[in-house]
């Protein structure tokens, strides 16, 4: 970027992105501190206060679907990252017809437009009773998340080196205790990708929640929605919600944009 | 030593497994638990919920009292009947479409009526009328109302008496300016009349976000006798002839409100009637339209009163040519009604009759100022001042939905509300605004 | 090993489990509603065939939903994959700040699908809304930007386009970090401009990935369902009904789950259909 208008060129374009990404957040922040009035044209609010977020905090219903949506992602995580590594290192490592059928149903499962079961997935966990409970939400989620988790996680097992384990199968190991003794260490930065994307997924999700919970474990998604649908906008403190749900995200940022980063990739290039 | 930390993780993992899953969804304990579906942050059941309990401690049945938004109210509740999940015993169903939709997932209340109110005749005299038809479903009573309500208008008294405002109204339109205006035209008079941008000041407000255009229209129509289905025909009322001609000066009428005469403010297209009582607190409103027996305590209370003067009420001017006798319509009546599912069938009915004991009544319409379809009781709650005047007048001449007497309500109704918000938005001409919905009505109906 | 061994299933299983019963089964029950005329308010739950796949694709709604769709899809996947290509190219070349620039940059990922709507809701509301503000502060007049039928829907989109840049960025800029250096290394003693360096090495050699992100985020946008329906349910009208909204309206608004289904297997046909261009593609690139 030499000469005379890259520099500034640069500058201009780094600030027009940064606008971008930013100016929304920034508004609801202003707004979630706002006091009695907010703005009507450009310009600040007139006083700005913590009151909101107290009001947030304070309130049963807030701090019941933020500790709903965190037991129920927690749950997913657990479910999805123990059932997905065995079966992605499987994926990885069997040559036979049977596994890659399995792993295209896989992919085929990972493009599923959600929608098409609202109504079934329903009806299902009406049956096994499962409706409204943490669990249940959190199968649901899983559904979702154990196909991308497969993707990601066969893709970290296929950089896994082969030798280690061919010298443990000639000392007569099982393909159980090849996975955890020789190669779950070596995936570890796998491992960690994987289940924060499925805390994410989970903690994110807002369909299946909706259909899945009736009250006891709305999750923070399905209640802040219901805000803007109940006509009873509050602006003020559904903004500041807004900024209180992004909490767990931002405690993992850095985390997040890394392992991301990598996660992404593989999920896509090497699948 | 490997395989050892693997079965230890799993063991932590089923164990976490086996302790979530056996956190109960409902709470136990109590002998009796009945679950009670609401429509959350509905402000007239807010008043009953807080006597719950009272309930709980003389009967010894715990009410487990589930708020849904209402958005979603009729979805999860026809999702969780057809699925047979017994997750509710006692439903709250409104005549807009659930009474059609629910009473074959729900048990006959006969035998109960009988036992406490002597025959289901005698029963039946003790509610409005319309409610009382509206209960009945294949002979048999599925339901017992709670809550009657009807759109109506509100003003600001402080303006209509300002005598500035009377003689400049007097000489601009040659008329006294009416208090509250008893026609279309005083309407539409005084609505332009108060109009001022400038000063941030509108004629009328009118909520028109998501489905509130078609309860105005709904209203309207049924007013000037146009049903939106002729039950005996089955078919759209409005289609042709004298009554289409009407529907499409009517559906001309909310466009011309918006974009001829400009006395709606502009961002109505998106709010709700909480958002509307807002508007009406900051002082920018003459009159507003909505449904105002949820808010009636709300607008009387002194900090409204202090922000912009006493408020007054009257039923929204009838349409020319309407059936005398009836001033509007949309109507709405809810109701409470068991589910067949449930195994506590005499728990839950203890609970509907507490649920509409004189004194529940008289705490809703207290402390949100909407009436309840009981005669007697409204009859005391019009006295002592808890009900506006206008809802006490507009309600015995109004008519429930038509829609909630069909089973094709809910397609219709999406239908007119998708029509209506085009409308709204001027998307479409009422001409052919009002053709296209006989149309799709029509289709639906073939169906 | 050409045959899977009995450990290996075993390991398969719970996945495989969780998948057949909670999302196989469903599916099934999926197709066979669509095939009935299963509605709670008829009452009804007789076969009847591809009737409610014909009532679907013969009717307006069908055609605006397409309409619709189409344009969600393309501002939502177009608009942030330029945004983030441009940003991501930025970063390749390391400016100052950098890093700091990544991680604000990406902050939209913090949020959920509901707080992004309630904040463009909120920037897009009159009269406490930003955009109205500057709309207003450069003479433009004041909009009920998501009561507009020819505004709710690009405002929405906006909306989504704004949620996924940060995604697309952070695979792209995954992308360009992995592509080989000696190219660049060689233009550099050849002493190409930055812009030459873009132009001739970098995106070519990008090309690969920028498709994969791209389908990926055509899918993602086809099917995605939160944003429309919390900021304005598909209105007004059906000014903004997509294929999911109108999925959804048709089973949970009109109670119709014959049709819904039918809604909900044409959903699955489009997207099966972008999907095996995916599939295509990344063995294109391998």
């Not at chain 2, 956190?23 to 719950?52: C, F, H, M, Q, Y």
């Not at chain 3, 000014?239 to 039918?262: M, W």
Request: proline share 6%; hydrophobic share 50%.
């Amino acid at each position: 970027m030499k000469g005379g208008w890259g520099v500034p060129l640069v500058a201009l374009a780094i600030f027009l992105l940064l606008v971008w990404a930013l100016t929304p957040v920034v508004y609801a922040m202003l707004i979630s501190l706002a006091g009695f009035d907010l703005p009507t044209k450009l310009g600040l609010p007139n006083d700005l206060t913590f009151a909101n977020y107290l009001d947030a905090l304070t309130d049963r219903e807030v701090y019941r679907a933020m500790a709903n949506s965190l037991i129920i992602a927690v749950l997913a995580t657990a479910i999805s990252t123990f059932s997905s590594i065995p079966a992605s290192y499987v994926f990885s490592r069997s040559q036979s017809r049977v596994a890659s059928a399995l792993l295209l149903l896989f992919l085929f499962f990972r493009l599923f437009p959600w929608i098409a079961l609202a109504f079934p997935i329903f009806l299902v966990m009406a049956r096994f009773r499962l409706l409204d409970t943490y669990l249940g939400v959190s199968i649901g989620h899983t559904v979702w998340i154990i196909p991308t988790a497969i993707w990601y996680m066969k893709g970290f097992f296929d950089l896994v080196p082969k030798e280690l384990e061919e010298s443990a199968v000639l000392d007569g190991a099982t393909p159980f205790v090849l996975l955890t003794k020789v190669v779950l260490p070596l995936a570890i930065p796998g491992m960690v990708a994987v289940s924060l994307l499925a805390f994410f997924s989970s903690y994110t999700e807002y369909l299946y929640s909706l259909i899945l919970t009736r009250v006891h474990t709305v999750t923070l998604p399905v209640l802040m929605a219901g805000y803007l649908s109940e006509f009873k906008v509050e602006w003020r403190k559904i903004s500041a919600i807004s900024m209180l749900s992004t909490i767990p995200m931002l405690a993992f940022y850095s985390y997040l944009l890394s392992y991301m980063r990598r996660g992404l990739l593989y999920g896509v290039m090497k699948g | 030593m490997m395989k050892g930390i693997a079965t230890r993780a799993l063991v932590i993992l089923l164990g976490l497994v086996f302790l979530l899953t056996s956190i109960p969804a409902g709470s136990a304990g109590a002998p009796v638990t009945i679950t009670v579906t609401n429509r959350k942050g509905w402000r007239s059941t807010e008043g009953i919920k807080a006597n719950l309990p009272q309930f709980e401690k003389a009967t010894g049945i715990k009410v487990n009292w589930i708020d849904i938004p209402p958005g979603e109210l009729t979805a999860k509740t026809l999702a969780e009947l057809e699925a047979r999940t017994g997750a509710f015993d006692v439903i709250m169903a409104s005549v807009e479409f659930d009474l059609a939709a629910y009473y074959r997932y729900l048990i006959p209340l006969d035998e109960f009526i009988a036992k406490k109110w002597g025959s289901v005749a005698s029963f039946k005299r003790l509610i409005s009328p319309e409610a009382a038809r509206a209960i009945v479903w294949e002979g048999k009573v599925y339901y017992i109302p709670f809550h009657g309500n009807v759109q109506f208008l509100i003003y600001r008294k402080k303006l209509f008496e300002d005598p500035a405002e009377r003689s400049a109204f007097k000489q601009r339109f040659g008329y006294d300016l009416p208090t509250p205006p008893k026609t279309i035209k005083e309407l539409v008079d005084v609505a332009v009349f108060f109009t001022r941008p400038e000063k941030n000041l509108w004629g009328l407000g009118i909520p028109l976000g998501g489905k509130y255009p078609q309860h105005f229209l709904e209203h309207v129509m049924l007013g000037a006798g146009i049903d939106v289905v002729d039950l005996k025909t089955r078919k759209p009322d409005f289609a042709e002839g004298a009554k289409r001609d009407r529907a499409v000066e009517i559906a001309q009428f909310l466009f011309d409100l918006l974009y001829k005469y400009k006395v709606i403010p502009p961002g109505a297209k998106t709010m709700g009637h909480v958002e509307m009582r807002e508007i009406w607190k900051l002082g920018q409103l003459a009159m507003a339209f909505s449904w105002w027996g949820d808010h009636w305590d709300k607008l009387t209370s002194p900090e409204f009163v202090s922000a912009v003067g006493e408020v007054g009420s009257a039923p929204f001017p009838q349409w020319p040519g309407g059936p005398p006798g009836r001033s509007g319509g949309r109507m709405s009546i809810w109701t409470v009604g068991i589910v067949g599912t449930t195994k506590n069938k005499d728990a839950a009915w203890k609970f509907i009759e507490w649920l509409v004991s004189e004194e529940n009544l008289q705490t809703e319409a207290r402390t949100s100022g909407s009436a309840s379809h009981w005669i007697a009781v409204d009859k005391v709650s019009a006295e002592r001042g808890w009900l506006a005047k206008g809802l006490v007048e507009a309600l015995p001449k109004s008519v429930p939905p038509r829609l909630g007497f069909l089973k094709e309500g809910p397609e219709i109704v999406t239908a007119f509300i998708e029509e209506a918000q085009a409308l709204t938005v001027a998307s479409v001409s009422p001409k052919a605004m009002v053709d296209r919905l006989a149309k799709r009505i029509a289709e639906i109906l073939k169906k | 090993m050409r045959r899977l061994t009995l450990d290996q299933a075993v390991l398969i299983a719970p996945a495989l489990a969780i998948m057949l019963v909670f999302f196989a089964y469903p599916i099934g029950l999926t197709v066979y509603f669509s095939l009935l005329d299963y509605s709670l308010m008829r009452r009804t739950k007789a076969f009847v065939g591809l009737a409610n796949y014909l009532h679907v694709l013969q009717s307006d709604l069908f055609v605006r939903t397409a309409t619709n769709t189409l344009v969600w899809v393309v501002i939502s996947t177009v608009l942030p994959l330029l945004i983030a290509l441009v940003a991501a190219l930025l970063t390749y070349f390391r400016f100052r700040g950098y890093r700091a620039f990544t991680a604000l940059f990406s902050l939209p990922i913090v949020f959920i699908p509901s707080s992004t709507a309630i904040l463009w809701a909120l920037m897009y509301s009159d009269p406490f809304g930003l955009v109205n503000h500057l709309c207003e502060a450069f003479g433009l007049g004041r909009r009920i930007w998501l009561a507009d039928p020819a505004t709710a829907l690009p405002a929405v989109s906006i909306a989504n386009a704004w949620y996924g840049t940060p995604f697309a960025y952070l695979m792209l800029l995954a992308g360009l970090e992995s592509l080989p250096l000696e190219p660049i290394e060689a233009s550099e003693v050849d002493g190409a401009s930055s812009l030459q360096k873009v132009r001739y090495i970098l995106l070519p050699m990008l090309w690969p990935i920028f498709t994969v992100v791209f389908l990926l985020r055509l899918i993602d946008t086809v099917r995605s369902f939160a944003l429309i329906w919390i900021m304005t349910q598909g209105g007004p009208g059906t000014a903004s009904l997509t294929l999911p909204v109108a999925t959804f309206k048709a089973s949970f608004l009109q109670y119709d789950y014959g049709l819904g289904s039918a809604w909900g297997i044409i959903n699955v046909i489009v997207v099966m259909g972008i999907s095996f261009a995916i599939v295509w593609r990344r063995r294109e690139v391998e």
